[in-house]
């Protein structure tokens, strides 16, 4: 760490953001903009093809597919975005930060607090990051070997089949909020009760609307959209889990330790961003159903510049850090989750 | 109901606050200035007046009610992606709107202004903008009294509606004194018409200076009501002289009118991490500007709540109610928060 320039990496960095936020405006609006209408589409044609299964099956397949894909917008590119903030600027009712509530388990809100804060603040800070192994999976030395690590991988699998779910019990903080641990120098914003209250009423919100409300309201087709629901939602957690442990659990991220993060720097911190973050390069539709998280070292860097500028900005970004002799992990998709399999498994033992 | 029922259901299940927002992006498809929450309204002219004024006619939609004159309205207008809304009192009459559908506004513009600098041209580039429905409560009250309107600069505007629309319903007079920059004065060809119309109507084009001289233009005796609009130095004179002479007074204020504080006790905010100090001389919105905050000013009157945010504790007063927050989590809007406890807020 001791050859790197850092006021040099933070200078140039703050180069490349400042220079792009200027030039923000109508371009950005109109994309998210088409995004959110994209989604629409794909949510209400979805849910219509579903209940024309009986007519012809491969428009169920399809309803399934288009229901899937709304899911993946709206929490992706749309949710997680909108709720960093990263379109804030457009004083836009529907895309604000504050108000934002997407169509998944987890509460916005809560999600808000723990990811945008604690996560983005202190990623991949052992003991300070509750997303680095979502305190299920052992990822690296820095954490002890238990009996339970050898069967993680099994554990891993379930997490991406229940990931809606398990988000949501990460980001409330549900080993605190309903197990009662507790960790020193770390106060909750929110009281237990209320976390807890969010959880429940989310929850049930979106069982009742996929597993009950819509099913009744097609009548006899009940299964049949049912099923559906079930299948969308199963496409979109498999989805999203595997971009997401692809962003920051390849065999290149770094961890950090909170001691040598205190007093970082500007430069210190962009440091610890980009090495905590992994890339997937891929087509322009591939970037944005990830949310464009697959340029998760930008994202780390920028987390509230519209996502639509991630693409641009990549280039910039990986020359400032290549500057510095900083390495900027990118892969292909199936190399970088081939990665991601490795670890998890060559945590697993001892 | 029906209606009631679909929103609650959007609430719950769409994650919506109404099912209007959560087809807006259909919609759009459709209707591009149609906003969920909003009227959608057809610009019509645009043309510049002089000393900086823009004449604005907009065609609002078929669902937008008509006003009362001397009422004002939001414009929103989208300018590079941002939504920009500000509050404007319509300078046209409720009659004037029945009769062509339209309705008209007077704007000053100052070049340096976030809003008015850039609406000529946002204004231009896009057919249609939105507005909200007409509020205030500054109409006229008594046909069966004299009237005096003061107005101050751009305080013209809700008197021209008022003129227009009540001078055809009353015999009783009615008098205008306008106080602008010499030779500033707006629509002189419209007050022009209006006296030679209305045997009863009169007017006067004075500037600033000639405020002092009051008495010399309004007949005491009569003891007609007064309506003033204006900057609120402005309107504070004309107030004190309708109480010395205990005459009827409404106004319409631009700006708050800030209670005169004496009280510069400091108090920490903190703001997601960081604590910051304020003072309770003066509104919060203000404060965060001159510290850079990322706050959101709006109208800065406490309307159109673009500033809001969630104060998750303390106390504020709202300078507009002069009524006290609770201690716990709720919305407040900067423009109109001034401290009275330590605070934790949420931008």
Not at chain 1, 201 to 228: C, E, N, T
Not at chain 2, 222 to 239: T, V
């Amino acid at each position: 760490m001791t050859t790197i320039n850092y006021q040099q990496l933070a200078d140039d960095l703050d180069e490349i953001k400042m220079s792009t936020l200027a030039t923000v405006g109508q371009k950005d609006a109109n994309y998210i903009r088409s995004i959110v209408r994209k989604q629409r589409f794909c949510e209400i044609g979805g849910r219509i093809l579903l209940m024309l299964g009986f007519v012809q099956p491969l428009l169920w397949v399809a309803g399934v597919l288009l229901l899937g894909l709304a899911k993946i917008l709206d929490n992706m590119e749309i949710g997680h975005n909108v709720m960093h903030g990263q379109y804030d600027w457009m004083n836009d009712k529907q895309l604000n930060s504050k108000t934002y509530e997407w169509d998944i388990a987890c509460d916005g809100q809560s999600w808000n607090r723990v990811h945008n804060f604690e996560h983005h603040t202190y990623t991949n800070i052992i003991g300070k990051d509750r997303d680095f192994g979502y305190g299920l999976l052992r990822l690296s030395n820095d954490f002890k070997w238990r009996l339970k690590n050898t069967w993680q991988f099994i554990t891993y699998l379930n997490l991406s089949v229940l990931f809606q779910w398990g988000v949501s019990y990460h980001e409330l903080a549900g080993e605190r909020v309903f197990i009662g641990k507790k960790k020193p120098n770390r106060e909750g914003a929110v009281a237990h009760s209320t976390l807890k209250k969010r959880f429940f009423s989310k929850g049930a919100r979106q069982l009742i609307k996929d597993y009950v409300l819509f099913p009744v309201l097609a009548g006899p087709l009940f299964l049949w959209v049912l099923s559906g629901n079930l299948l969308a939602n199963l496409i979109r957690n498999l989805w999203t889990s595997t971009i997401i442990f692809c962003g920051h659990f390849t065999e290149q991220t770094h961890t950090f330790y909170e001691q040598d993060c205190k007093n970082e720097s500007q430069g210190q911190w962009y440091y610890r961003q980009a090495l905590g973050s992994s890339n997937i390069k891929g087509a322009r539709w591939f970037h944005i159903l990830t949310g464009h998280l697959s340029f998760q070292i930008e994202h780390h860097l920028f987390p509230d510049m519209p996502s639509s500028r991630y693409q641009e900005i990549a280039p910039k970004v990986q020359a400032a850090l290549q500057k510095q002799g900083i390495a900027y992990n990118t892969g292909g998709f199936f190399q970088q989750y081939t990665s991601v399999l490795k670890r998890i498994l060559r945590y697993s033992f001892k | 109901m029906f209606i009631k029922a679909l929103n609650q259901f959007s609430k719950l299940f769409l994650h919506h606050q109404s099912f209007a927002a959560y087809i807006e992006p259909i919609m759009q498809v459709f209707k591009p200035a149609w906003r969920a929450g909003f009227f959608s309204a057809k610009v019509i002219a645009v043309s510049p007046c002089s000393h900086d004024f823009l004449s604005v006619t907009l065609k609002p939609s078929k669902q937008w009610r008509s006003h009362i004159a001397g009422q004002h309205i939001s414009l929103t207008v989208e300018v590079n992606g941002r939504l920009l809304t500000r509050v404007f009192t319509l300078a046209s009459s409720p009659d004037y709107f029945k009769a062509t559908g339209l309705v008209r506004l007077l704007i000053k513009t100052s070049s340096l202004g976030q809003f008015t600098g850039q609406l000529q041209q946002a204004l231009s580039l896009q057919p249609r903008c939105n507005i909200s429905p007409a509020r205030g409560d500054f109409v006229f009250k008594s046909w069966h009294k004299p009237s005096v309107f003061v107005a101050g600069g751009s305080g013209i505007t809700p008197m021209l509606a008022m003129l227009e629309q009540q001078l055809g319903n009353t015999n009783s007079p009615m008098q205008l004194l306008y106080f602008a920059k010499a030779d500033a004065h707006q629509c002189t060809n419209e007050l022009t018409a209006l006296a030679k119309r209305f045997a009863h109507f009169s007017y006067s084009l004075l500037t600033r200076d000639a405020l002092t001289p009051l008495t010399q233009h309004i007949n005491l005796d009569a003891q007609p009501d007064i309506y003033c609009c204006g900057p609120s130095g402005f309107m504070q004179q004309i107030a004190d002289f309708a109480k010395q002479h205990k005459l009827g007074y409404f106004q319409e204020s631009f700006g708050l009118a800030l209670p005169n504080l004496t009280d510069d006790s400091q108090f920490s905010v903190k703001i997601n991490k960081d604590t910051h100090v304020v003072t309770s001389n003066d509104v919060l919105l203000s404060q965060f500007e001159a510290k850079k905050l990322p706050v959101q000013r709006g109208c800065g009157i406490g309307i159109c709540h673009q500033c809001q945010c969630i104060k998750k504790s303390g106390v504020v007063r709202n300078l507009k109610t002069n009524q006290l927050s609770d201690t716990g989590e709720q919305l407040i809007q900067l423009c109109v928060s001034q401290a009275v406890s330590d605070l934790e807020l949420q931008l």
